[in-house]
């Protein structure tokens, strides 16, 4: 049975092995953290707009892995309340955005097309998100090493081998997909294959996506800050929205009552809400210390909130605990897809049976979808090629 190896267990490659496992294929996991699940255990929702991808969700959702979240979600005013949805092309008009996004990220009025999606079914990871990649992988039986970080991997002699930071080299594998965001490593990966002598323009391929993969990562990719805030219970009742877009303040772009995902703990002590910084508020504060962008980002919540405490930020319940994380390269702002082909959800390079996934790869209602389908498609994608005749350049 072939063997695959998947670097990066988010949800891109936790997805994307998923599909190899359910066609029969052995799938190893390599993570540098020390849980699965990267991004998507602070990303808010999954959503699909493709109907490739209703499957995955079927399944999950059988498995009782995510559930839909209904609730109070809408586009706040700087007076309070919900402004009609129009309003998100409005605010898009304005400043927040600091420059034009191919993907609906960030600072839109409409965080990650979170109010476009919200018209058709989203999900969240139960009992939370952050459990829902190890979830997966237990369910179709995956092999995982975490705390392994790949500084390298190589192909020589029809395999790949993965060297592991401080951990030495992996056994042989018979593919690989790059899942880790990390579009350096896929990049260095491709100019150690060797290339026929006979055709120039595969060589012209590999060296034109190698630099493309090199420039995305440096110049391509946008912060954003998180911030947990913990309240008493009860404190917030009487806020009568359970998730917003912020179009109209220069720090937050959305906040988010924890509580109102389906499967979280009742019985909470604390009333949990997220706030995501605007990526300019990201960008300016990198470099601070977290003590004082929580700071900030708490006294941004309460400018937010004012309009249900008498308009007075004074007046709003202060947070029992609070706790900025910085996400360095949270987003994407350009896709790879003008220098791979059009249309494809993953690059495959099949003499070399090696698939890149990752939400930057093609353009999607929201990257978490893009990222979805681009795992799914690269498990596929490999499957394929293990079932039929392989042995053919592209
Ligand atoms: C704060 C925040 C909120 C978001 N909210 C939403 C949302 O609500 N909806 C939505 O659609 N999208 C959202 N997104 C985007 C969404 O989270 C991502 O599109 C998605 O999680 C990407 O998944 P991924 O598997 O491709 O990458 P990642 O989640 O980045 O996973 C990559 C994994 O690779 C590992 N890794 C990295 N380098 C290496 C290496 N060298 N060796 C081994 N492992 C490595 C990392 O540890 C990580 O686990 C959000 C993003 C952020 C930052």
Known sequence: MANIAIIGGGLGGSLCALALRSRGLNATIFDAGRALGGRSARS????SSEPHLDQVISTLSNANLIKPWTGRFGVMGAKGG???????????AGTKNESPTATPTTDTGDFC??????????YVGTPNNSSLCTSICELVDVKVHLESHVSAATHVDGKWMLQIKGGGISE??????????NQ?????????????PDQPEIKERLDKLSTSLGTLRSSHTSPVFTVSLQYPPAALNRVNFDAATLPADPALQMLIRESSKPGRDVNAPHDEWTGISTTVFAKVHLESEVDMVTEMMVRSTARVLAPYFGNDEKNVPTPIEARAKRWGAAFTTAPLIPSTEPGEDCVGLEPWRMVIAGDY??????????????????????ASWFAGDTTKRK
């Open 184 to 196: 350096t490593l896929a990049a260095d990966a491709i100019k150690t294959l060797s290339s026929p």
């Open 361 to 382: 790869v093609q353009v999607k209602q929201s990257p978490g979808e893009a990222m979805a389908m681009s795992g799914l498609v690269a498990g596929e994608k490999m």
């Open 82 to 92: 919900f402004l009609p949805l129009s309003s998100i092309s409005t605010a898009m």
């Open 44 to 47: 808010q929702f999954l959503a």
């Open 172 to 181: 042989a594998f018979d593919g690989v997909v790059f899942a880790s965001h």
């Open 113 to 122: 097309g979170f109010l476009a999606h919200a018209r058709s079914p989203i």
